[in-house]
């Protein structure tokens, strides 16, 4: 057990350090000057040089990437290009409404998309079945922000036009100010990401069940006389369980980027929001912080995956 | 009941296949297992239509200048009398403007046939890159395994464990959006999902008996690779290529949403509904939304139908014996 989170965890950290290197090199061979996007386009040459020696540019690149790596283990993620805030303070700020995000779309999706998986393998070929599968079609087809922008019109346009308030129009309010409102506000992104990705899993669930309840125990369960909820739930469900970890932590990266287009659907100023601003605005710090949160994020949940994966069957440890 | 009729249907489907071959007479064995997918895909009519709408679909794109001709709007020309109301807002479908215009009194029809140029290209274009590097790499950890395979399995795992669209943001970010780098961004993060697959089939397949009968007769290992293995994974190759294109297509729109993706003016679907989202204009002008998102949602549905579809036909026993397994059980029970 020890040697395979020793593994894992070493994995995890080739994958931080491959990233962090990409990006550094990303922005060291990319064109554009970053002391011109901080100095201003009409800063004399002296006054870019003070620049590039106060950033560090003007060292060489190892240097500059040693000590971009040891500050941010200790959580400094330099300053931004704009307006010369820590890159820490900024992302940390927005944290809250990300994780709120991340946090309800995550619950909504599993409680969504593994009952429609399982509704589905219990009664094959009934309407029930095909519901189920119409429901995952259209999830894997939906592009989320088409599906969020026809969620605010029907959902907010057209009730106000009408006359009443159904749902707002976006933004958020904090959890610790009044929790209802902050429900009120998060739940038209969270049903958003969740419709669309709980179709994967409903499709998961549906096709890994269906195999499941084929298998010779399955009937030997049935045979014992448990009544069938005992043969689906524990002994069907038990063994569907492990492809679902495993694919919950190869969807960490589809559920960021995910939250990102979400973020920019419903006007949220989350930690996606502010990467595409960072994009528009040059501001590398910022981008570099945000990518490497995000690998930070995916190593830490894939981990976390793994363990539970090796909990869950014995075989893998 | 309904298990067992479909059921009998595909077994007689199966019978007269059998019949359809023996008319034939000796076909190669390989060919006719594709023909077999061919025409079990054939008889599902959702494949059918799926398959009819991207054709469909595909000369649109092609004839988006005939669309331009039709309408006598040209795809950039800004027509403010007349696809904008008095006081500056798009005008809703009506006969000169069929899908209305948007908010710089531009034809929707005639930028939605051009902005299928744009999806269908990345799309296609996308996938097949990305299926021949998924296919390559696969097929060479699957075949050598040892340290080859750990290579590249933690390369692909590597893949996927970038949080893939902040990358795609840097990328663009430093280089500037355009067409050849959305395309690569995709091709990068979507080879991994056809490579694993591959990888998979090509370890069971290379310790088959005709590919040992190959190795003793003193064939290299190109000539297994190239001769033996990948024929076998042909129909595997066509219906994750066909998967992955939806997919390509959704990427490719949310980039140009995000402003990542194709330049305007030139007219992209994600584009199109990034513009409706700026100051949500799109709620007062809901054809802005509702066309554009209608063509994406249609092309990748339709895609992914048709690669259900492949899929179900290639193994039509995958999806028959577990719900005949079931019935029988339930029966019993």
């Known amino acids: 057990m020890i040697v395979f989170i020793a593994k894992r965890l070493t994995f995890g950290l080739f994958v931080l350090i491959t990233l962090s290197l990409f990006v550094f090199f990303l922005f060291f061979v990319a064109p554009g000057d970053p002391a011109r996007v901080v100095a201003g386009d009409k800063a004399p040459e002296a006054q870019l040089q003070q620049v590039r020696e106060n950033l560090g540019l003007d060292r060489p690149m190892p240097e500059q990437y040693l000590r971009f790596v040891t500050r941010a283990a200790q959580g400094d993620l330099g300053f931004s290009y704009r307006n010369r805030q820590p890159v820490t303070d900024l992302i940390v700020r927005r944290i809250p409404v990300t994780v709120s995000l991340v946090f309800g779309g995550v619950l909504f999706w599993l409680s969504l998309g593994v009952p429609i998986g399982i509704i589905s393998a219990r009664n094959p070929g009934t309407w029930k079945d095909r519901l189920g599968q119409v429901f995952i079609l259209l999830g894997l087809s939906f592009p989320t922000f088409v599906l969020g922008m026809l969620a605010l019109y029907t959902l907010y346009f057209l009730p106000r036009t009408a006359g009443f308030t159904l749902f707002p129009p976006g933004g958020y309010a904090p959890l610790l100010d009044n929790p209802l409102k902050w429900a009120w506000h998060l739940a038209l992104p969270w049903a958003t990401l969740a419709l669309v990705v709980a179709a994967i899993y409903a499709r998961l669930t549906r096709g890994q069940l269906l195999q499941v309840l084929g298998e010779d125990y399955i009937r030997t369960a049935r045979a014992k006389g448990l009544t069938e909820r005992r043969v689906v739930y524990r002994h069907g469900m038990r063994a569907t369980l492990t492809p679902l970890v495993t694919q919950l932590g190869a969807d960490i990266a589809v559920l960021l980027g995910g939250v990102i287009v979400i973020e920019q659907v419903y006007g949220l100023q989350g930690v996606g929001a502010l990467a595409v601003q960072a994009v528009q605005n040059q501001d590398r710090p910022i981008i570099i912080g945000v990518v490497m949160l995000g690998g930070l994020f995916i190593v830490t949940t894939n981990l976390i995956v793994d363990l539970l994966y090796a909990a869950l069957d014995p075989r893998v440890r | ?333």
């Open chain 2, 1 to 333: 009941m309904g298990q067992f009729q479909s059921r009998n249907e595909e077994m007689t489907n199966e019978i007269e296949e059998d019949d359809g071959t023996e008319d034939r007479g000796p076909v190669v064995v390989q060919r006719s297992s594709a023909a077999l997918t061919f025409r079990r895909l054939a008889r599902d009519p959702a494949s059918v239509i799926a398959f009819l709408f991207i054709v469909a679909l595909f000369a649109f794109a092609i004839g988006a200048p005939l669309v331009e001709t039709w309408t006598g709007h040209g795809v950039i020309t800004q027509y403010r009398e007349t696809a904008l109301s008095p006081v500056g807002l798009p005008v809703g479908p009506n006969s000169e403007f069929l899908l209305g215009g948007d908010q710089l009194g531009r034809d929707v029809l005639v930028r939605i046939a051009y902005g299928a140029r744009v999806s269908l290209l990345v799309g296609v274009m996308a996938s097949l890159i990305a299926a021949t590097i998924g296919v390559t790499v696969g097929m060479l950890a699957g075949y050598f395994g040892g340290w080859v395979d750990f290579v590249l399995g933690r390369f692909m795992d590597l893949v996927m464990s970038v949080p893939f669209l902040l990358a795609a943001l840097a990328l663009v970010s430093v280089f500037g959006p355009s067409l050849p780098l959305s395309v690569s961004v995709i091709v990068f993060f979507s080879w991994t999902t056809i490579g694993r697959v591959i990888r998979a089939e090509t370890t069971s397949l290379s310790r088959r008996e005709f590919v040992q009968a190959s190795r003793s007769l003193g064939a290299g290992h190109g000539y297994i690779l190239l001769r033996d293995i990948l024929p076998n994974l042909a129909l595997t190759i066509i219906i994750y290529t066909t998967m992955l294109i939806p997919n390509a297509i959704v990427f490719e729109a949310t980039l140009s949403y995000l402003g990542m993706g194709i330049v305007p003016p030139t007219p992209s679907w994600g584009g199109m509904l990034a513009e409706a989202g700026a100051n949500s204009i799109y709620l007062v002008a809901w054809w802005l939304v509702l066309f554009p998102g209608l063509a994406l949602l249609a092309a990748t549905l339709a895609f992914n139908i048709l690669g259900d579809g492949l899929r179900d036909a290639l193994d039509p026993s995958a999806r028959g014996r577990a719900v005949f397994r079931k019935k029988k059980k339930s029966e019993e029970g």
